[in-house]
């Protein structure tokens, strides 16, 4: 059975959304305690070979704050990875797709609280909407596709512009995944004020969409529906629901962050320090791997409850 891996590349983030960082201040990885690229290409060599990896999805923070980051994607698409993804705020985008694409990048992920300017800084606690538009229609022309933008609902900040993005992304032909909040770091804190169920995300949708369940994969993250809108026009739309359904069942999904913890589970603390098996000449112990594997993959959460004590940047978002 193949994995799948979120490989953060930093923890650094030019914004400070509401619901993943603090307005000030937060613990950040030193510059010299983060994996290098040689150090990350090792870890994907052997999940490629030894695990069947064939997913990596990019990560922050942010990731184009990272420089070079093309050259890690081409080193990174060399190895054969099927599906090599990345998750951004968008704000960098434009000037990079194309040599992302080039480079090997299949396809990217669009972080999209909002579509009203001063909404959007107020969630992202700075950025400007328009360069992350910007960014998009360059990830479109660059053949970036197919492309997502992610919404994390939040009641009384962006919940009015549920139908709004839905309706941005089917003129577009992109696919609009609703992201349920998570009681995580500092969006603890406001979690029961803010928090809506993917459930009524959808009874909000119905308004203009007919939604029906596509296939499930097992472990998929997200849940899909084939969304029909009443002018005849058809998208797909996807929800997120760690926190109503979680989707733990089939998960093969690892984390890395970007000081060298390897995680199994976003909703526990627990990780095992790698750093230790990737630095130095040559190849990393492949027993040594293989158990950190093992012991990552035994935290997987069982009980629906959430036990993550870092913010969500400091995790690979």
């Keep these: 059975m193949s994995y799948s891996l979120r490989l953060s590349v930093t ?41 069947g990896l064939n997913k990596i999805r990019l990560t922050g923070g942010e990731p184009l704050l990272r420089p070079g980051l093309s050259d890690l994607v081409a080193e990174l698409a060399a190895l054969g990875i099927e599906d090599l993804v990345m998750t951004t705020n ?24 909002s579509l009203d300017a001063a909404n959007y800084r107020m969630m992202a606690r700075g950025g400007e909407l328009r360069r992350s538009l910007d960014g998009i229609e360059a990830a479109l022309s660059a053949g970036l596709a197919p492309l997502k933008l992610n919404m994390v609902v939040m009641r009384g900040k962006n919940d009015h512009e549920i139908l709004d993005l839905a309706r941005f992304g ?44 596509l296939p499930e994969t097992s472990g ?66 492949r027993d040594a791997l293989a158990r950190a594997v093992a012991n990552a993959m035994a935290v997987k959460r069982d009980d629906g409850a959430f036990a993550q004590l870092r913010d969500m940047a400091g995790i690979g978002g």
Excluded at 96 to 102: G, I, N, S, T
């Design 170 to 213: 089917l003129a577009r032909g992109c696919t609009v995944r609703f992201l349920e909040l998570m009681p995580i770091g500092i969006a603890g804190d406001e979690f029961d004020r803010r928090f809506i169920t993917s459930a009524e995300v959808r009874e909000r949708l119905a308004a203009e969409f007919e939604l029906t369940p």
């Design 90 to 113: 968008g704000q960098w985008l434009a000037e990079h797709a194309a040599p992302l694409k080039r480079a090997g990048l299949r396809r990217v992920n669009v972080s999209l609280d």
């Design 11 to 51: 923890d650094r983030c030019s914004l400070r959304c509401v619901y993943c960082m603090p307005v000030e201040g937060g613990s950040f990885v030193s510059w010299r305690e983060v994996l290098s690229f040689d150090e990350i290409v090792r870890f994907a060599r052997v999940m490629r070979s030894d695990f």
């Design 220 to 285: 998929a993250s997200s849940r899909e529906f084939r969304a029909a809108h009443r002018d005849g026009r058809v998208t797909t739309l996807g929800f997120i629901s760690p926190y109503s359904h979680p989707f733990c069942a089939g998960c093969r999904r690892l984390r890395l962050t970007a000081g060298g913890v390897l995680m199994g589970c976003l909703a526990r603390s627990a990780g095992v320090p790698l750093a230790p098996l990737l630095r130095g000449p040559g190849e990393p112990d």
